[in-house]
């Protein structure tokens, strides 16, 4: 332990050993040589730890990134040891190039562990073919995806339309009939045609709903959205439901979006009108619309002081048809949070939502700043070959 301690205290101290010139019958021609040779591996050894750092900053997300620090420091000490060799023609500071070679020594070490340990993984990465190989499944998985999209949409159309026209014949005629023999039908015959025209109603408004269920993300020509502008836009177009319900609604600044607008209209409607649709009885409704930029993203946040939602319900309600009660007490047709989520997980974001049955929901969704559907990629002109 002395010895530990006295070698610590004397690391720098250079008066025990001359310097290597003076050690032994060295020439001009053989001195230099060996110190240029070891700046010359110094400066090697320099170059490489500093391409590597260069190669981890830029290519974010580099695999076994620990085994490239280990290595550059590895790689940066044995250089250091060259320097040293080279300085001690002049500087003979023995201790201190002894510690460093330790150094190296358990660097050295731990990187060889390193490399032990992560073979396995290293073994298992992909090569840039494998990569371009991936990427034409892809690509080729994307077209036919947006293919088999597509023909969704359409038979969508067809299916609506032609199930649009016999409800309009049906609902002519209910007309017709109440028109023509109203005078002439008792109590149950009238609440028949009623029960079955507003049934021919919510058949309406649910092929029409799911219709734009269908469309979503089918438009890929995105346009910059104000959002402040869209909500604005929303909000006067429910003027009358505001109004019902005696709501206030505080709305913060908000971003421009480049993506459809359709898209997030439909979005922001339906928590909008979800908002002013389950409220509470005995307090005023209140609603907020605020946006937070978390740097590559925007999270919107829309909340409401309404009945709230049990728990349990948290992820039940994003599915389609999905509905927490009944038509007499809450209109709807089960449609608008799923539609909300379709937008959301095509722009690539998240949506979710924190509620305390009672005193209402708040419903988070964030939208990337820079948005790429399936469609995006799938538009591909050409796809990358593979040799």
């Known amino acids: 332990m002395e010895q530990l301690i006295d070698f610590f205290q004397r690391l720098f101290q250079t008066n025990d050993w001359p310097p290597r010139w003076f050690c032994g019958r060295w020439t001009d021609f053989h001195g230099w040589l060996y110190i240029v040779s070891d700046l010359t591996i110094w400066l090697a050894y320099m170059a490489i730890p500093l391409i590597l750092i260069r190669f981890v900053v830029l290519k974010k997300g580099v695999p076994l990134p620990g085994v490239f620090v280990l290595f550059g420091a590895f790689i940066l000490l044995c250089g250091a040891t060259h320097l040293l060799d080279a300085m001690m023609f002049w500087w003979p500071a023995y201790r201190f190039s002894a510690f460093i070679r330790f150094l190296t020594g358990v660097v050295s070490v731990a990187t060889v562990i390193a490399l032990i340990r992560y073979f396995n993984e290293a073994v298992g990465l992909k090569t840039s073919r494998e990569f371009d190989r991936e990427l034409v499944f892809r690509q080729q998985a994307m077209q036919e995806l947006a293919r088999s999209n597509q023909?969704?949409?359409?038979?969508?159309?067809?299916?609506?339309?032609?199930?649009?026209?016999?409800?309009?014949?049906?609902?002519?005629?209910?007309?017709?009939?109440?028109?023509?023999?109203?005078?002439?039908?008792?109590?149950?015959?009238?609440?028949?045609?009623?029960?079955?025209?507003?049934?021919?109603?919510?058949?309406?408004?649910?092929?029409?709903?799911?219709?734009?269920?269908?469309?979503?993300?089918?438009?890929?020509?995105?346009?910059?959205?104000?959002?402040?502008?869209?909500?604005?836009?929303?909000?006067?177009?429910?003027?009358?439901?505001?109004?019902?319900?005696?709501?206030?609604?505080?709305?913060?600044?908000?971003?421009?979006?480049?993506?459809?607008?359709?898209?997030?209209?439909?979005?922001?409607?339906?928590?909008?009108?979800?908002?002013?649709?389950?409220?509470?009885?005995?307090?005023?409704?209140?609603?907020?619309?605020?946006?937070?930029?978390?740097?590559?993203?925007?999270?919107?946040?829309?909340?409401?002081?309404?009945?709230?939602?049990?728990?349990?319900?948290?992820?039940?309600?994003?599915?389609?048809?999905?509905?927490?009660?009944?038509?007499?007490?809450?209109?709807?047709?089960?449609?608008?949070?799923?539609?909300?989520?379709?937008?959301?997980?095509?722009?690539?974001?998240?949506?979710?939502?924190?509620?305390?049955?009672?005193?209402?929901?708040?419903f988070y969704l964030t939208i990337p700043k820079e948005i790429k559907t399936v469609q995006h990629y799938a538009q591909t002109n050409s796809l990358h070959p593979v040799d």
Request: net charge negative; with cysteine; glycine share 8%.
């Open 151 to 362: 023909e969704l949409q359409q038979f969508a159309y067809v299916a609506s339309h032609d199930l649009q026209s016999p409800l309009k014949t049906i609902v002519n005629y209910l007309t017709l009939l109440e028109t023509k023999y109203g005078n002439q039908l008792d109590g149950d015959a009238q609440r028949l045609i009623d029960t079955s025209t507003a049934a021919a109603g919510r058949m309406r408004i649910l092929i029409n709903d799911l219709l734009d269920f269908s469309r979503v993300g089918s438009v890929t020509e995105f346009q910059p959205v104000d959002m402040n502008q869209l909500v604005a836009e929303i909000l006067t177009e429910h003027q009358d439901d505001i109004e019902t319900a005696n709501a206030t609604v505080e709305v913060g600044p908000l971003p421009v979006l480049t993506a459809h607008r359709t898209d997030l209209k439909q979005v922001f409607q339906n928590l909008i009108t979800n908002g002013l649709k389950y409220r509470r009885v005995d307090v005023p409704t209140k609603l907020s619309i605020q946006a937070t930029d978390l740097g590559d993203a925007y999270q919107f946040a829309v909340a409401d002081n309404g009945i709230g939602i049990e728990p349990q319900y948290h992820e039940r309600v994003f599915q389609i048809f999905q509905r927490l009660h009944g038509r007499n007490e809450y209109p709807g047709t089960g449609i608008g949070l799923a539609t909300c989520k379709k937008v959301i997980d095509i722009y690539g974001g998240q949506i979710w939502l924190t509620s305390i049955p009672g005193a209402g929901t708040t």
